[in-house]
């Protein structure tokens, strides 16, 4: 493979942010030592801690977290000798005021996470992180689901607020290979800082597509060990690492160090193996948000329709999270359609 | 995507036969009626039935099936409307003879498979299933093993014994997307018949292999359903199908009876999930038999190496099966270099 990039590759594991939702956020602070330890020892560059919907997540709303994330973050930093701790923000959900605080526990670096259309909610918070030295990664969410015009307008956008890198963000792992290459692509063309991708395995195009988006010159990227994260999970960091390093690229990750740890300190974490099932690849393949499923199954039943067909329908709308009042009018209007078929 | 052929792809289910090794032959008789009849109605194009190593596979060297893999094939053409029931037959393991018994039962396809580098040996097994009135496929085994013109001109043997079509089989699922590629377009160029891919995830990248495949005119593609195959697994014949719905092309099998069957229908057969584990993960990037495993740990426990060493040293020399007693002598030889080293 030949890089469009010559920076070094920087791998963030978040198995255990990601993988908090897998895991009901039950992470315990013996948990979070042992990875980290085990991923130090191993090589990874960042490691990601946070609730699953980011700082500030435990609530009613996204989940209550077992151990508050400020204690794991604290653990997180204790624990690692030379991997840097990553925290992830959703703004809305996470403040500055859980920013400044995981800066003050030893976090280095943030993502801040916004939908692919909306980063200008980013602003303050991206200011922030670099005001108090740490480095800003802007994180653009469902970035399958807009133009790639739009995507690249919204990354300049996170560019100009400070942020020192911008990730493809495929929250449905929804994108197929060519459209990760695309929008790599023109990424490339119009920042002037790092491209970062982060798949998720729905379709089970998680590893290919980060080679894709590796090859088109992203330098940061995601991975979980053992596919931990939500849905069908993310790119496997130790699949991945083998595959680099049979290419001939070296992450300076031990590959070795890395299938011990996946079998032995994060295996034993999984609740349910990260299985491709039905739901995860009606997502990935309607390209709408997890949280949808439910709501559409419900719909599905009172109107008497499939509720894949709504969720594709969803899909084909860019209906987005907040828009679930959508979910019924979608589901009245396929019912009605399909009856005027029949007559 | 653009596809290098015009022919309809056709779709082979091999999970009632390469998931056989991930059941240890266990399957029953309404197991294999209920998964048939299911794919049937979902239109898969052709379901591969027999023992995981193929007709005659049933012995105590290969693990003998609980049922007579005849009984099951017998089984399968009854409940079969529309899809044809294939066979896989080894030469070596299994005969004309037992090639005979499948067709009088109803099979119509045979998929005779060799290691990459030795297609002589089907020529009488391919003969005689055009004889039958059989369709004739020639299945090259390890295809990551040898270089692309050997591959070509064991595929061209396998043409001029009368195969109708040469399948890629990447056994180890050890195959990077570009190797796909070279392989793919060189028989191409090279054969007047159809082309097949059969993968495995070890790499997880069954699907996108499959998928640079069929861009480079691939036509025969095999899957399992919820990757129920031996090591990690197949590429996931539901996900595989919504890929290439979402890429706009047609394979004619109805997307939600394949997720229904899989969950509701093959989901049970399955012993354990077929995630990627240590084990399969050094197959595939070592490039070796699953069955050297073993005797690599013994023999690294004996030599005092780690077994993984052991592997990709003997990937990197061709060691085919067959020849496991080589594995201690590379073993001896890793331990004296690195007690040199040491020294």
Redesign the interface.
Known sequence: ?IRKSDKPLQITEVSLRDGSHAVAHQFTESQIRSAVRALDEAGVHNIEVSHGDGLGGSTLQYGRSLIDEMKLIEAAVEESKQSRIAVLLLPGIGTVHELKQAHSLGASLVRVATHVTEADVSAQHLHMARELGMEAIGFLMMSHSAPVAKLVEQAKLMESYGAEAVYVTDSAGAL???QVKERIEALRGSLSIEIGFHAH?N???????T?VAIEEGATRIDGSV??LGAGAGNT?T??LV??L???GINTGID??RM??L??HII?PMLHR??????GS??M??AGVYSSFLLHAERAGKRFGI?S?DILVELGRRGIIGGQEDMILDVAAELAHKSKSEVL
Do not use: F
């Open positions: 493979m197929l290979p060519h395995n379709l089970s195009l998680a590893v290919a597509n080679l053992r596919c496997q130790e699949v083998a595959v390093q049979k290419m590959l070795y299938m011990d996946a079998e295996g193996p990260q299985e491709i099932l039905t690849l009606v990935g393949y499939d894949r």
